[in-house]
């Protein structure tokens, strides 16, 4: 009975221990006010293996999606990433205001400052094997303390 107990501890503890391919850093999403129907949602996203950020959910918004801003000609165009996001192993990819990014549509209520939003990531690896990563992100008005804006 101790050694089943035991072994049950050290399965659970060992779970850090095989993190996921993909690191997320400095993840934070937009406050709102009443009313307001969209954000976006920002982080660094680094994969040990080659992986692509293939979808995003959260209970707080109707629709949430991959997206790219980026300059066409003098008009700067905002689109979804249908085949998702590519991110190169070893190589910090980051989501921030006016580059790639997370939308968030259709909210369902406000997204207050100081509050928390869970966010489901689903990355694809190379060999097409799915996995899922659950966060949980801190609502701001600008990138927390120390965290830096890239553009692309």
């Known amino acids: 009975m101790k050694f089943a107990a035991i072994a049950a501890m050290l399965v659970c503890a060992s779970g850090p221990l095989f993190a ?6 400095n993840a934070w999403a937009r406050t709102t ?3 307001q129907k ?3 949602a920002f982080m ?3 994969a040990k293996e080659a992986a692509r950020l293939v979808s995003v959910s959260t209970p707080v918004a109707g629709v949430a999606e991959v997206h790219e801003m980026k300059m066409e000609g003098d008009v700067m165009k905002m689109r979804a990433l249908p085949g ?3 991110l190169p192993a070893g190589k910090a990819v980051a989501l921030t205001p006016g ?5 968030l549509m259709d909210l369902k209520a406000a997204l207050p400052k100081d509050s928390t939003i869970p966010l489901t990531l689903v990355f694809q690896d190379a060999k097409g094997v799915q996995s899922k990563q659950e966060l949980k ?10 965290t830096a804006e890239h553009k692309h």
């Open 137 to 146: 992100l801190p609502i701001a008005t600008t990138a927390p303390a120390g």
């Open 20 to 25: 996921q391919n993909v690191e997320v850093s």
């Open 33 to 35: 006010v009443p009313g």
């Open 38 to 40: 969209g954000s976006g």
């Open 44 to 46: 660094t996203l680094t």
């Open 84 to 86: 998702g996001l590519d």
């Open 99 to 103: 580059g790639y990014h997370i939308m």
